[in-house]
């Protein structure tokens, strides 16, 4: 066993891709959003298991990414949702990625080296419909996608815009993001462009907005069995598809008076039985976890014991019989009765389950998780 690992429940991801397949039915393509590491799951095997379900499209932060992916799927359409450095432009041709467009010089640029690679480049344009981030503002749009039509070795092949707030119980903000949508898409349309793909959602939208499918969605949370927050007011039946595991490795009889970790913030007042566990903010593990988070040992809670460090955590056991050195940890999911969530974890750092998971480091390994037959056929 190593120190600390990821395993990925490849059925859990089966299921929730067809969860979010049936919601949109075949008149959208779905875009599995697999950025940061497939949001720390582990793109490789993430994009894997969603390539054998038959999925073709992917969207990507950066182009770094892009080509671990190409590298991996041939075939595969690749999307860079993420702003792009203008050095790294000549990697979006070498591994045949497909860009977001939010500004000219860029634009020009792109242009200028497909010309020389005597290629024609497809690309998405991006429109700020409210997002606030990346994108042309709609009132630029119409000048923007008529100058684009003029070069002559881009092709506008989608049209997107990402909603600000489809994940708030208040979907106005969403619906007045859709309705300059369906502006720029008129315009679009009027100036006869042969634009493709329009996209507009997310997860929440795909299951909230159902008008907002357009012909492509783009999923990334919801494929990985997450809420934002225990708070989230929906239940969709989505199932968590990753744990984090890690095991006891020392196991110490602490005396009162005797302190805990850096800083000494946690001081023994009776007898008290401490698992010294190998994970530490250096994985993923957050440091404001220190004295508070908790993990599960042979089914039950254990409490973390002084300050989370770099490479360790301690735990207290002194409540759990029969630890033994070399037990599993659960740092994120279920062992036994009991379950630790991404939500959970998030809603003890006044954060979102997207930040948690994401923060799992590239020193723990992913791999998938033993299946149980009965998943298989009930599928
Ligand atoms: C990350 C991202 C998504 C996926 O959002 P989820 O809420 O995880 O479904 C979709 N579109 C863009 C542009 C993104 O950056």
């Given at each position: 066993?190593?120190?600390?690992?990821?395993?990925?429940?490849?059925?859990?991801?089966?299921?929730?891709?067809?969860?979010?397949?049936?919601?949109?039915?075949?008149?959208?393509?779905?875009?599995?959003?697999?950025?940061?590491?497939?949001?720390?799951?582990?793109?490789?095997?993430?994009?894997?298991?969603?390539?054998?379900?038959?999925l073709r499209w992917f969207g990507v932060a950066s182009v770094e990414e892009g080509k671990a992916l190409r590298a991996m799927l041939p075939d595969a359409n690749i999307v860079v949702l993420g702003w792009i450095p203008p050095e790294e432009l000549h990697g979006i041709f070498e591994s045949e990625l497909i860009p977001q467009i939010s500004d000219m010089r860029f634009a020009t640029a792109l242009d200028a080296q497909a010309q020389r690679q005597d290629r024609v480049q497809p690309v998405h344009v991006k429109i700020d419909t409210g997002m606030g981030r990346l994108g042309v503002f709609p009132r630029e749009s119409e000048n923007f996608l008529g100058a684009l039509s003029r070069l002559s070795h881009l092709r506008v092949e989608g049209i997107l815009s990402h909603l600000s707030s489809a994940d708030e119980e208040n979907l106005e903000p969403s619906q007045s993001q859709q309705k300059i949508f369906d502006e720029v898409l008129r315009q679009s349309q009027a100036a006869g462009l042969p634009v493709q793909w329009f996209h507009l959602a997310n997860s929440h939208a795909i299951f909230r907005m159902p008008h907002a499918h357009y012909n492509m969605v783009r999923c990334g949370l919801f494929l990985y069995g997450l809420y934002p927050t225990n708070d989230y007011s929906f239940d969709f039946s989505l199932r968590p598809v990753l744990s984090w595991k890690s095991q006891v490795g020392l196991i110490k009889e602490y005396q009162p008076g005797q302190t805990v970790s850096y800083g000494r913030t946690h001081r023994v007042e009776r007898p008290t039985k401490i698992a010294v566990i190998p994970v530490g903010y250096a994985d993923g593990y957050n440091r404001r976890l220190s004295n508070k988070g908790l993990v599960l040992v042979r089914g039950a809670f254990a409490r973390v014991l002084g300050r989370v460090t770099m490479d360790h955590i301690m735990a207290d056991i002194s409540a759990i019989p029969g630890v033994q050195e070399g037990?599993?940890?659960?740092?994120?999911?279920?062992?036994?009765?009991?379950?630790?969530?991404?939500?959970?974890?998030?809603?003890?750092?006044?954060?979102?389950?997207?930040?948690?998971?994401?923060?799992?480091?590239?020193?723990?390994?992913?791999?998938?998780?033993?299946?149980?037959?009965?998943?298989?056929?009930?599928?």
């Open positions: 066993m190593p120190r600390t690992w990821v395993e990925i429940d490849t059925e859990a991801l089966a299921w929730n891709c067809r969860l979010v397949q049936n919601k949109i039915g075949d008149a959208s393509q779905l875009l599995a959003v697999i950025k940061a590491n497939a949001y720390g799951h582990g793109a490789a095997i993430v994009a894997r298991t969603l390539h054998d379900l038959g037990d599993e940890v659960v740092l994120l999911g279920r062992q036994g009765d009991n379950r630790i969530s991404a939500e959970d974890l998030a809603q003890s750092l006044d954060t979102i389950s997207y930040e948690i998971v994401c923060a799992i480091g590239p020193r723990v390994s992913r791999i998938p998780a033993k299946q149980e037959i009965a998943l298989k056929n009930s599928l």
